[in-house]
């Protein structure tokens, strides 16, 4: 449990600099029993994409995110049917919900475009994550796993003007 709190202070150190304001960012606390080997998925740029590991109507597995072109390390396993949503160049995660037990049993991102990734057997205690600040986007996940993933929270920060340049409704 310490080492969660200190990857939690420790990404919003990283995440906040002499620029920002702390009301910038903000953190969904961990949800599950936190048992397991703690992850954190983090990257340079956006996230513009998630992948979600689900077996037949059953825990959430394993969790991968893009930031830009590149893919994380996967937290978990890659047990199961993959899920996946690619964002488009205006698009960002502003919500992930779901349910627990003693693992993630299901998970629910949401974007902006009101697009959504679902993945698991919704059973169990429901959780709803989201950014203080209405300018926020998810910027990276952490928890832990044992086999799947057991735990789970989220960290926002406000994303950045958006660029009306040639990428526009496009996929990255």
Known sequence: MILLLFIALLSRTALADGHHDSEEYSF???????????????????????????????????????YDYTWTDIAGRELGIMQ??????????????????????????????????YAGRPTGHSFNMYPDNEKGELRLISGRFHGAITSLGAHWGVRPEPDYGSHYGKYY
Do not use: M
Request: hydrophobic residues 35%; proline residues 1%.
């Open 28 to 66: 969904s606390p961990h949800v599950g029993s936190g048992q397991g080997i703690s992850y954190a998925l983090t990257g340079s740029g956006r996230i513009t994409g998630v992948r979600l590991w689900e077996a037949s109507n059953n825990f959430v597995y394993g969790i991968q995110l893009r």
């Open 84 to 117: 996946e949503i690619e964002l488009f160049h205006d698009e960002f995660i502003v919500q992930i919900s779901g349910k627990y037990t003693h693992n993630i049993q299901s998970l629910v991102i949401t974007t902006n475009l009101g697009r959504s990734l």
